[in-house]
């Protein structure tokens, strides 16, 4: 009896090559796939169809909310709740109400970023299968690497180490599942 997979790794020297490994693997049939870079490659990401983050919208958004809040609020307690003329200055002086405005509006914006990072990455991840490969700490620095992954339906192992070795892929190997 075998140990459950995560899937199958290998390791590309070059961007190209990492490309090329996938437009391979895509046209073998594979679809669920996983590719480690160390900085963003546009091609790859076109070839998994990857689409724009909700975190855009979600920033955008709960910076408008925590604006419309902040602005309420400071209407509320300046204009209807304790109205106090100064000089004679008007009650509603919205002049005055743009810099909390604009603060509070950053503020909700960059919680709500860091939360939805967190939530859409599913961080944080204090393990992942990939971690043990040998060399994977170099995903970060100047390597990229390529995993099939166990779940698609055209999964077989010796033809994906296969695959992966035929496009130039080093180390080709299995990757054991977390226990």
């Not at 166990?150 to 892929?169: K, M, T």
Request: proline share 8%; hydrophobic share 50%.
């Amino acid at each position: 009896m075998t140990a459950p997979a995560h899937g199958v790794i290998a390791r590309f020297d070059e961007p190209e090559a990492l490309e090329r490994a996938v437009r391979a693997a895509k046209a073998a049939g594979y679809t669920q796939l996983d590719a480690y870079s160390p900085f963003p490659l546009r091609d790859v990401e076109q070839e998994f169809g990857v689409r724009p983050s909700a975190l855009t919208w979600i920033a955008v958004t709960t910076g408008f909310i925590g604006a419309a809040v902040q602005y309420a609020a400071q209407y509320g307690l300046n204009v209807v709740d304790y109205p106090l003329n100064v000089g004679g200055r008007p009650l509603h002086s919205w002049p005055t109400f743009i810099p909390a405005t604009l603060i509070v509006a950053i503020l909700w914006t960059g919680t709500a970023t860091l939360l939805g990072m967190l939530l859409l990455l599913r961080l944080p991840c204090l393990h992942h299968p990939v971690f043990a490969v040998p060399g994977f700490e170099r995903a970060s620095e100047d390597r990229f690497f390529l995993v099939i992954l166990v779940e698609d339906p055209r999964f077989d192992r010796h033809a994906a180490i296969e695959l992966l070795a035929a496009v130039g892929g080093q180390d080709a190997r299995e990757v054991p599942a977390c226990d």
